[in-house]
């Protein structure tokens, strides 16, 4: 039996570890041996198959002269732990946890599939280093084409596989429109440039007062933006509502759900609001997974980086125009197929098929 080690930087909540968890879970299901290596001891808060056993190698990021050293004992007790495992191959999600695992298994012959989760755009100087630990993989795995346009690798290394499209019906909840509702969710943080959808969300309310925001999460910028609602006078229409594990049981399809991020992965939210067959509306973040989702806005309408009045406009237009309304809320809903777990799994279990029969 073969075996696939895969290597977490942590396995709480977050997109990254969600999808990591999932092919983990399908190259256990489909008869690998396979194990886990995890940089953070914390709550587990992705679904991984209890069968899978975890070892815990901790990295400590001291910020002092020591750094380091302690970076090189990291590295070290990193390859110890990989050594023991003895895989046949290893799995990583992330740029930087890639390059961690490439530095850790130089000399190992191991392959080791790569993966960009995030927005290359955003890594800078970083990203050369980045190119350099992902041209050292069997394959680099991508969400989408415009992710991949960011590095120079040969075209025998690069797979592009989109994440799946949980179905909502395997929760058992039936849920219901919610009308007059626009809704949000994420981290409160800049990245999801909540501050832009509450300044559209008031252009909004001055046409449609009737209607109400509900922003859905938690984090640093609370604060700020419970000031920001209150200085427009949006206290009584706009709610933060807290962090919720299952935004769309308390919500249940509002009649707009916006993604205003500057950069995404291919978010999450936006696939579970579609899959539910909700009217949405993106700004059009890096690296194009909203855009991808979209499908040349068949399934649901675009908005500049940044730009509340476009965004704004786009809101108003599936309040205003029920055909476009209609036809955005049955298109979305055809990502359920396209997407479906079962095509993403097959795609990720070809990738591990050829790397190891190579």
């Known amino acids: 039996m073969k075996k696939i080690c895969f290597v977490f930087n942590s396995l709480g909540i977050g997109g990254s570890q969600k999808i990591e968890a999932f092919v983990a879970n399908a190259c256990k299901r489909s008869g690998y041996d396979v194990s886990v290596i995890c940089f953070t001891k914390s709550d ?77 755009g955003r890594h ?74 509450i ?51 308390e919500v249940g399809i509002p009649e707009v759900f916006v993604l205003s991020s500057d950069y995404e992965g291919i978010p999450n939210v936006l696939m579970e609001a579609m899959s539910l067959g909700t009217a949405c509306v993106a700004t059009n973040c890096e690296p194009g997974g909203a855009k991808m989702l979209f499908a040349d806005e068949t399934r649901g309408l675009l908005s500049p980086l940044g730009d509340d009045l476009k965004l704004a406009t786009n809101i108003n237009r599936i309040i205003e125009d029920e055909v476009l309304a209609n036809h955005l809320r049955e298109k979305s809903k055809e990502i359920n197929e396209e997407y479906a777990p079962s095509v993403i799994e097959a795609k990720w279990l070809q990738v591990f098929d050829k790397c190891i029969k190579r």
């Open 44 to 120: 587990v808060g992705v679904e991984i198959d209890p069968d899978i056993p975890i070892q815990y190698v901790l990295n400590e990021r001291a910020k002092s002269i020591v750094s380091n050293i302690k970076k090189v004992l990291f590295l070290g007790k990193l390859r110890k732990e990989i050594q023991k495992e003895n895989p046949d191959i290893i799995c990583v999600f992330l740029a930087d946890i890639t390059r961690i695992v490439v530095l850790a298994c130089k000399g190992l012959n191991i392959p080791i599939i790569g993966s960009e989760r995030g927005a290359p």
């Open 124 to 197: 800078g100087k970083r990203l050369k280093r980045y190119n350099k630990a992902f041209t050292r993989c069997r394959k680099v795995v991508f969400q989408t084409e415009e992710a991949r346009a960011y590095y120079n690798l040969p075209e025998h290394l690069v797979e592009i596989i989109s994440n799946p499209c949980f179905p909502r019906w395997e929760n058992n909840k039936v849920l219901s429109q919610t009308p007059k509702i626009i809704c949000g969710a994420g981290r409160l943080c800049r990245q999801k440039r909540f501050d832009v959808l």
């Open 199 to 249: 300044n559209a969300f008031f252009d909004v309310h001055k046409k449609h007062p009737e209607y109400r925001l509900r922003i859905y999460g938690s984090g640093p910028l609370e604060n700020e933006l419970k000031e920001q609602i209150n200085n427009l006078g949006l206290i009584d229409s706009a709610q933060l509502c807290g962090y919720s594990k299952d935004v769309f049981s």
